[in-house]
């Protein structure tokens, strides 16, 4: 099986294990009616999972949640984000971030929601990348770490709620 088609899978298999639906499907089902554009404005609590195992062969699977606070701001007529994370410094090798991620695209059209912020692994500059659908209250999605040229090298789910709720 080549690494696309495992990475397919992998990514498959995480939305999956987390319980989130796929992104065309939320959109066709939704019924609800379109929320002004300043729905998202303000704070909420995001969880991004991903897959948690040492061997992608063990027959017991599991995920990671990871939770940061997202906040969303309509400036003119330009979304503008960032993301909080109150745990940064429990995480290996983030000397010198202050858990303040800036998003360096947000749009939010047709209850849809796409967030997209630079990221470093490993030496390389990369991009990730969130769609989500806002349904029922709570944005709803998936999240990818792209590579410079657009390979998808992780993904998983996404998911906020109203911060305070």
Known sequence: ????RTRQLLGLAIMVLS??????????????PAPS??????????????ADFGDIFQPHQDVRRRVAL??????????????DN??????AGQEG???????????FSDNMLLIEFEVEREGRNEKVRIDAILKNGRLVGT?????????????????????GD
Not at 144 to 162: C, K, P, Q, S, Y
């Open 143 to 163: 999240w990818r770490n792209l590579a410079v040229d657009g390979a998808e090298v992780f993904a998983g789910g996404w998911e906020a709620i109203r911060a």
């Open 70 to 83: 997202v906040n969303f701001k309509l400036e003119g007529d330009k979304w503008t984000g960032h993301s």
């Open 1 to 4: 099986m080549n690494s696309n």
């Open 37 to 50: 554009a300043n729905s998202i404005a303000g704070a909420w609590k995001a969880t991004a999972t991903l």
């Open 19 to 32: 319980g989130f639906e796929a992104m065309g499907q939320a959109a066709k089902e939704s019924n609800l």
């Open 97 to 107: 971030w202050d858990g303040r991620r800036q998003f360096s695209l947000v749009r």
């Open 86 to 91: 109150p745990k940064h410094n429990l995480t």
